[in-house]
C-alpha cells in the first residue's frame, strides 16, 4: 500500500471515529464472540470506544453510558468461557471497564467495586 494511499485510509478511519454514533457499530465489534477475526478492525474498534469513554462521556445519554458499561462488564464476564481469547484483549476489555468506572464511580455506578470482585473470583 502506498503512503498516500495509508494517509487517506487514516483520514477516513479518522472521519469515522469523529462521528456521534461511531461508537456503537465499534462497540458491538470490539465485543464481538469471534474478535480475533480481525486484528486490525478489533483495535480501531477499542480504540474508537475508548475515545468515546475518555473525551466523549459527558455528551452521551444516560441510556447510552448505561448500554457501554453493560456491554463491556457482560463481554468480559463471557471471556471465561472462550479459551482462546488474547490476553491483549482480556486486558484491553477490563482497560476499558477501568476508564468507565472513573467516569462513574461511586456516584452513578456504586456497585462499581463489587462489580469488579465478582469478575475477579471467576477468573
Not at 33 to 54: A, C, G, K, M
Not at 59 to 76: A, F, G, I, P, V
Not at 85 to 98: S, Y
Request: proline share 2%.
Amino acid at each position: 500500500t502506498s503512503n498516500a494511499r495509508k494517509r487517506e485510509i487514516e483520514t477516513n478511519l479518522l472521519a469515522f471515529k469523529s462521528q456521534p454514533e461511531a461508537w456503537q457499530l465499534c462497540l458491538r465489534v470490539a465485543t464481538a464472540s469471534d474478535i480475533t477475526v480481525n486484528q486490525f478492525l478489533w483495535f480501531f474498534s477499542t480504540s474508537t470506544v475508548e475515545h468515546t469513554i475518555t473525551r466523549r462521556w459527558t455528551q452521551l445519554t444516560s441510556t447510552d453510558k448505561t448500554l457501554l458499561r453493560e456491554t463491556l462488564w457482560n463481554s468480559y464476564a463471557q471471556l471465561g468461557a472462550t479459551s482462546n481469547v488474547a490476553k491483549r484483549q482480556r486486558d484491553t476489555l477490563a482497560q476499558l471497564i477501568a476508564l468507565v468506572g472513573k467516569r462513574e464511580f461511586p456516584e452513578q455506578d456504586p456497585n462499581y467495586m463489587q462489580h469488579c470482585m465478582e469478575l475477579t473470583k471467576t477468573r
